[in-house]
């Protein structure tokens, strides 16, 4: 068994900075892949972005390359290789095994299907592209058959107009459904027709060199033989692949995240990586305030569940999230604050009030453990920039404003004049720009308002932030001991 897992950096300006055991990925006017119209309306997909891969901690990763001209992303590899997974149109996933040191160039199709592109070898190309170039893989719509079989939509439309439609049915949406659906018995016959191709390809490729037989098993495991869920949830290994770390996701039940959290964790045949990945999704959901059928969950739960997540992984210095944010060139300071006397202020009007200095900015909330734990160190930081042009600026989210004032008592945080609270989160443009999921939470704005950095380093990374922040005031780095 193959086992691949990576860590991710990202680097928009030079291909020049990769070693040779890293996997460039380039992005040449990549489309908008998180939704589509070829169903009956708009659908998005909320969760995914559009690659995918897993990090070496085994944790999940995502990043949304620029849709205008070209866009880079360096992925270290893990033993040899790096699995991604691309999103297509909002509801296919697309899976790729690239080895160490080859350089992907991806390019899109009209339809918006990726192309990829090894600019080393095309032998390599052959073999990435292979499995969406057989016949009988891909529908006319762009989408692979098997896409089409398993979707939900097409499935609803299919079983709509194989029934009697009433005859008082509007007929223009009638029509409209029978131009999109799709007769999903021959399809099912085409992807019969797919898989007796794709056994034939295996079977030659084996006997082809170590490259052949390398990707003639990879094949197998993605696309005919899939492992049982009880035997992906007892390796760590196969959580190094982005395909099996998805599948292990569907593993543990229960009617909410509290639930799926008490059975995962109790549950003994679950490997310790695939726990621990597990887990991290669920108290991303948990924190996040998407918890199935539950209410709304206070603060002390959360924080019973977030300590919890602590001692079952003994992962202490976590950054909960799971997705790096869009770069955006330009951001909207639209979200709506309220400062320590009770006076609602815009982002926008905070950004204004520092012009000319650069303005690091910490999102947290007086319920999360790691935001605290961040407070000793940011008073350090404050510290060593007491003369500089540096000003430091904390919005809670906390809904309870006496939480919010007691935690900044309690942790001896700097002033209150620079604290904030959000009121309006809903209505803020801002937080979709970042794609705001999780806290603890920091960004960097330059003298200008400019965001020069959206997913900054925390305070307990001294040695990074300072070096960010020095980049910024074009100082020599300042003796951190």
Known sequence: MLAIAV?????????????????VLIFKDTPDQSSTNKITGIITNLSYETISFIN??????SYTPEQAGYDTLIIPAYQGFVEIMHLYQAIEYDYYLFPAGDTILFTYSSNCRPYARSLKSDKHTFFYNLPYHLPHSLHSNGFTNKTIINDPYYNKLFSLLS????????????????????????????????????????DSLQSTGEWGSLYANYYLQRFLNKEPIENVIQSDSLMHYIFYYIVAQNYPKGDNSFERFDNIVSDSMVSPLTRKSILKRLINEIL??????????????????????????????????Q???????????????????????????????YSGKNVYVDLWASWCSPCIAEMPFSNRIQSLYNDKDVEFIFISTDKNRANWKRAI??????GTSNHFRVVEASKSQFLQQINFRTIPRYFLLGRNGEMIDSDAPRPSAITQLTQLINEQIHETPIDKE
């Open 7 to 23: 860590s991710c950096s990202i680097n928009t300006s030079s291909i020049g900075t990769s070693k040779a055991d890293d996997v």
């Open 56 to 61: 070496s901690d085994g944790y999940f990763e």
């Open 163 to 202: 029934s009697n439609v009433k005859a008082d049915a509007n007929q223009s949406i009638v029509n409209k459904y029978k131009r999109i659906a799709i007769d999903l018995d021959s399809l099912k016959m085409e992807d019969l027709a797919y898989e007796e191709e794709m056994r034939k390809v295996v």
């Open 288 to 321: 996040g305030g998407n918890n199935g059928k539950m209410a709304v969950v206070s603060d002390e739960l959360k924080n019973e569940y977030l300590n919890r997540y602590i001692v079952a992984t003994e992962d202490t210095g976590i950054v909960f999230r």
């Open 323 to 353: 997705t790096k944010p869009k770069r955006e060139k330009n951001y909207t300071f639209d979200l709506m604050l309220e400062d320590f006397n009770g006076e609602q202020v815009l982002l926008q009007q905070v950004v204004e009030r």
């Open 409 to 414: 008592s309690d942790n001896s945080v700097m």
